[in-house]
């Protein structure tokens, strides 16, 4: 079946990094959506990518949808505290009906 | 807008009884709701798929008679874990998809902390 794979698994930065996480799947997806969760939280919607090769910016946070449509990263840029959380891609399989979600990468935010 | 609401928010039960956990959509229609299980610092696990007005869809793996799911209407799907056991003590989330959504974007409830003693 269809895997979704994110690296990496936890990233501990200092305030003003930037931070960078990368999504993988074995299959190629019809389009890709990032979802933010804060600690103790549920998981929020933050975008959705559908064209190859498509970047959507939101404030410090840049998103990339590969050429191929089988990969995908986020960017933060000059992290926050606010940033801190885990960040899970998610897209659908062939039959469209249902999400696979990556494992998430876990951001941590030293002031 | 695209808000779905959880009830309960915590359970504890004790092992061998049922636990009925509902999700809404509270401004908008779903024609289709998901069910998923988050382990701690784990990603969302997939369980069943629920459609409106038809029969859930269960991921492989996923015990049918285990994890009741009844999708009555646009605005609810409720999750019924029957004879709980302590393994089953996960944290359950519940997402919907705007039957209006151009996308596949998903609006998740708070989710549900299930411990069964």
């Known amino acids: 079946g269809q895997q979704v794979m994110q690296i990496p698994q936890y990233q501990h930065v200092q305030e003003g990094e930037d931070f960078t996480t990368y999504c993988n799947s074995s299959?190629?997806?019809?389009?890709i959506q990032w979802y933010k969760q804060r600690p103790g939280g549920h998981p929020v919607f933050l975008i959705q990518l559908v064209k190859s090769g498509e970047v959507k910016k939101q404030k410090r946070l840049t998103f990339q949808f590969g050429e191929a449509k089988k990969n995908s990263s986020l960017h933060i840029t000059a992290t926050q505290t606010t940033d801190v959380g885990t960040y899970f891609c998610?897209?659908?399989?062939?039959?469209?009906?249902?999400?696979?979600f990556g494992d998430g990468t876990t951001l941590t935010v030293k002031p | 807008g695209a808000v779905v609401s959880q009830h309960p928010s915590r359970v504890i039960c004790k092992s061998g009884t049922s636990v009925k956990i509902e999700c809404r959509s509270l401004?908008?229609?779903?024609?289709?709701m998901f069910w998923y299980r988050q382990f701690p610092k784990k990603s969302l696990m997939l369980m069943a798929t629920s459609n409106e007005g038809s029969k859930a869809t269960y991921e492989q793996g996923v015990e049918k008679d285990k994890f009741l799911i009844n999708h009555a209407s646009l605005t609810l799907s409720t999750l019924t874990v029957t004879s709980a056991h302590p393994e089953d003590s996960s944290f359950y989330i519940c997402s919907a998809r705007d039957v209006r959504g151009q996308g596949n974007e998903q609006f998740f409830g708070p989710g549900t902390r299930l411990t069964v003693l």
């Open positions: 998610a897209g659908p399989d062939t039959n469209a009906g249902k999400s696979t």
């Open positions: 299959t190629t997806l019809s389009n």
């Open positions: 401004d908008f229609q779903a024609t289709t």
